[in-house]
């Protein structure tokens, strides 16, 4: 039986019909099966296996090439749910790199849609990939690529000029094309504001249960992280019995919207 592959149409409807989108990070084909299986959503390659996989500080570090290779293990055995790929540190710095990432990503990793982060200064960048048939997810909030220039993690958007930049941004990357949005550890309250204001889908992480859906790091919520795990996730594996388990346990908490609690909440 074919089974019909999530895109942002898709994405789009769920929206419409309010039933959360789940999202978790993947960089490999076996949790790739595994999650699919769970009825995971999307799955985000991300730069974040920086740091998770390679032991890197940030994601800074991670290449395109890293990038390509690990959306392509994912992609060769996935089915139904959207991979999307982040565009690593300055790999969209121009318009021609961006291109050229956006081909690779896509053409030789098999990515259905690209992610970068960043606001006003990526609007004409989002704008030209899109022209040229690139579905773009933009992501605002907490920039982890631009961690050293913001001085560390730390949640955005929790005053009222934060606040009017980020919605800003949110709605000029819809008007440039932008098919989704992530928002990362920004106030509930705000969120919860963006969703409902797009026409887009906005999956939150780190931003309250109001969102269109939720993503997490993988490894954060099967407690793999080693030291402290971010305050916004939860570790699914302490109240499972296998890996199957506690991803299905988050499916059905996200879906449910009993996922996010207060706990990892910011208000």
Known sequence: MTVDRITSATLRAMKRRREPI???????????HLLEQAGVDVLLVGDSLGMVLQGQPSTVAVSLEHMVYHTACVSRVGKRALVLADMPFLSYATAERALQAAERLMAEGGAGMVKLE??????QTVGLLTRFGVPVCGHLGLL?????????YRYQGRDDAGAARI?????????AGASLLVLECVPAELAAALSAELEIPVIGIGAGSGTDGQVLVLHDMLGLTPGRSPRFSRNF?????????????YVAEVRSRAFP??????A
């Not at 990070?25 to 790739?32: E, G, H, L, P």
């Not at 960043?118 to 609007?123: C, D, I, K, M």
């Not at 982890?144 to 913001?150: A, G, L």
């Not at 594996?237 to 346990?249: E, G, I, K, L, T």
């Open 118 to 123: 960043g606001g006003a200064a990526v609007l």
């Open 237 to 249: 594996m302490a109240d499972a019995d296998s890996v199957s388990q506690a991803v299905a346990a």
């Open 167 to 175: 919605r800003a941004d949110a709605l000029a990357l819809q008007e």
């Open 261 to 266: 609690g207060p706990e990892q909440t910011l």
């Open 22 to 32: 789940v999202s978790l990070t993947c960089y490999d084909a076996a949790f790739c």
């Open 144 to 152: 982890p690529q631009s961690v050293h220039q913001i001085g560390g």
